[in-house]
Nanobody
């Protein structure tokens, strides 16, 4: 069983920045090989992919391109989501996900609130 622990959420004004972190309990070798992603879910909406990283390749939702950056530190077994120029519509619970073999694991989520 792999555990993911997110942190870094909070309340920020529109235009501000936050950095989310997600630490995995797996070993660093497996972590380095595993695709990871950040998702978000706002009230009444479906969970959506925000950004993903596989090795050194990244992918972003159109709504966050140019504002968010996903990165990973394999030695620390941690994936990050740097969020800049935050908008009220970015408010949601943010979840990280790791895929290991045929299994996926999710974190508990961290709340991001953006005031206008």
């Amino acid at each position: 069983q792999v555990q993911l622990v997110e942190s870094g959420g909070g309340l920020v004004q529109a235009g501000g920045s936050l950095r989310l972190s997600c630490a995995a309990s797996t070993n660093s070798f497996i972590f380095s090989l595993s695709p990871m992603g950040w998702y978000r879910q706002a009230p009444g909406k479906q969970r959506e992919l925000v950004a993903s990283i596989t090795g050194g390749s990244t992918n972003y939702a159109d709504s966050v391109k140019g504002r968010f950056t996903i990165s990973r530190d394999n030695a620390k077994k941690t994936v990050y989501l740097q969020m800049n120029s935050l908008k009220p519509e970015d408010a949601a619970v943010y979840y990280c996900r790791i895929q290991i073999g045929g299994y996926e694991y999710w974190g508990q989520g961290t709340q991001v609130t953006v005031s206008s």
